[in-house]
């Protein structure tokens, strides 16, 4: 099966991070995920370490308010506009960027350009930034011209979050009332939901616009079946009120809903040592002689 794109959500990064919740993630790696969506990380502001090469990432926007980042490694992905890094300018803490092997690297005065810009780097591609390399930046360095929506993007709202809007929606139904608050991404979403409130409340309720599932995206689970895998991987359990629990899945998406919980399981697998992996093997092969 073929997906159009692959977005990191929430319940993915706190199974992976064991978590409680996006501000308590201090370290993230989703490295070779398949991932292009990455903008779950503009509600991480305690993000110190991130992770992500060797993926589809197009844009370095939605870090631009991690203040807490130091360490960003974002190789081999897919950023051709090396204005992207003024995204990085105002994070004070930046000492380390890897940004190898994506196009923009290919620009002349690559390495001076990014050294201009953000000229607190210690290290960049893996190569320490001497004395050197910071007067050839003043001189040779590009003064990169700010993207457009530069100011916008420093300026949200920390509530105008893509994957917080099927929750959102549902909120508004129950309160029976207008949205507010300026969650930009969403308000069409919202509106149409609560047109649809007027409804009698013994009537069933269902979100009006559902959002493109991904490979990597277990929105589909339940708490009860969230933590069951967790449990069997060694991980601690997530608290109930930290997971929105979903509507239970029709029959009819029971083969959906097994390839999001086989996905991942085949990502939070990699996380094990051998002994770990030999405990999950012996388990598999009880289930698998146990169903014969």
């Known amino acids: 099966m073929e997906y159009e794109e692959e977005k990191l959500t929430e319940g993915l990064v706190l199974a992976r991070t064991r978590a409680v ?3 308590g993630v201090k370290k993230l790696n989703f490295w070779g995920s398949e991932i292009s969506d990455i ?4 509600s991480m502001p305690n993000l110190e370490v991130c992770s992500v090469s ?3 990432i197009t844009t370095l926007a939605d870090f631009a308010r991690c203040k807490q980042l130091t360490e960003l490694y974002i190789r081999k992905n897919k950023i051709e506009d090396l204005s992207e890094i003024y995204y990085l300018k105002n994070l004070p803490r ?3 960027l890897w940004l190898a092997d994506n196009p923009c690297a290919e620009r002349k005065n690559y390495r001076q350009t990014v050294l201009r810009t953000l000229p607190n780097l210690q290290k960049l591609d893996n190569v320490v930034v001497t004395e050197e ?8 360095g590009e003064i990169l011209t700010p993207p457009e929506d530069f100011e916008e993007v420093l300026n949200e709202d920390d509530q105008n979050l893509p994957e917080n809007g099927e929750q959102e929606t549902v909120e508004s139904e129950k ?8 969650n930009s991404p969403q308000v069409d979403k919202q509106t149409d939901a609560n047109s649809k409130v007027k409804t009698p409340e013994h009537k069933p309720k269902t979100s009006p616009v559902k959002p493109k599932q991904s490979m990597l995206d277990p929105v589909t689970l339940t708490w009860e079946e969230t933590n069951k895998i967790r449990e069997e991987l060694g991980l601690k359990p997530l608290p109930f009120e930290k997971i929105t629990t979903p509507k239970p899945v029709q029959k009819s998406n029971e083969k959906s809903r097994n390839a999001h919980v086989l996905q991942a399981v085949l990502i939070l697998i990699r996380e094990l040592d051998r002994d770990s992996l030999e405990i999950v093997n012996s388990a598999t092969q009880k289930m698998l002689h146990s169903d014969i």
């Open 21 to 23: 919740d996006l501000d």
């Open 39 to 42: 903008s779950v990380v503009r």
């Open 133 to 140: 390399d910071k007067k050839e930046a003043e001189e040779n």
């Open 94 to 96: 930046l000492r380390n």
């Open 175 to 182: 309160n029976d009332e207008s949205p507010k608050e300026d």
């Open 54 to 56: 060797v993926n589809s």
